[in-house]
């Protein structure tokens, strides 16, 4: 059975990697895409992980309103020390968020459509594991962008 301790275990290892990633990086480099098509910057990558912990575990799980313009989140870019900064107060909210979980019952907020029929619509743990399967993929992905851009860029 999963427990918030053991979620928030998982989801700190995944998160405290995007930010090692991202202060390695630095500012120019975690703004690089990687010359594949398709590919993301560093910065739009963990992004991203910001916008879907918002949406599941601050809307579905916890109910409260979160616009979200999911396209948008792939496209943005700044510098690293405010998004270090928006990830440490993401990851403050996703304690408190899953501090108040009831893993076996349904989703507190909206769930997207294509999710609504799914394990993942019909209960709160199920979002949640949604949220580390996310955070899991996308850290990965980050370790392969930054394997890519110290090998293809010249700093």
């Not at 979200?68 to 403050?92: H, I, K, M, N, Y």
């Not at 979980?101 to 909206?110: E, V």
Request: with cysteine; charged share 25%; hydrophobic share 40%.
């Amino acid at each position: 059975m999963l427990d918030d301790e053991s979620f928030l275990f998982f989801t700190d290892r995944a998160l405290d990697g995007m930010a090692a990633i991202l202060t390695e990086l630095g500012d120019d480099l975690a703004n690089t895409r990687p010359g594949l098509p398709g590919a993301n910057t560093p910065y739009a990558i963990v992004n991203h992980c910001l916008g879907v912990i918002a949406a599941w575990a601050g809307q579905v799980v916890a109910g409260r309103t979160v616009h979200r313009d999911r396209e948008a989140e792939f496209t943005a870019s700044g510098p690293v020390a405010p998004l270090l900064e928006r990830l440490a107060q993401a990851r403050e909210q996703l304690r408190r968020d899953t501090g108040t979980a009831d893993f076996d019952a349904p989703p507190r907020g909206p769930v997207p459509d294509k999710y609504a029929a799914t394990p993942v619509g019909r209960r709160q743990g199920a979002a949640l594991v949604h949220v580390f399967e996310e955070l899991a993929q996308h850290h990965g992905q980050l370790e392969l962008t930054r394997d890519i851009l110290r090998a293809t860029v010249t700093p």
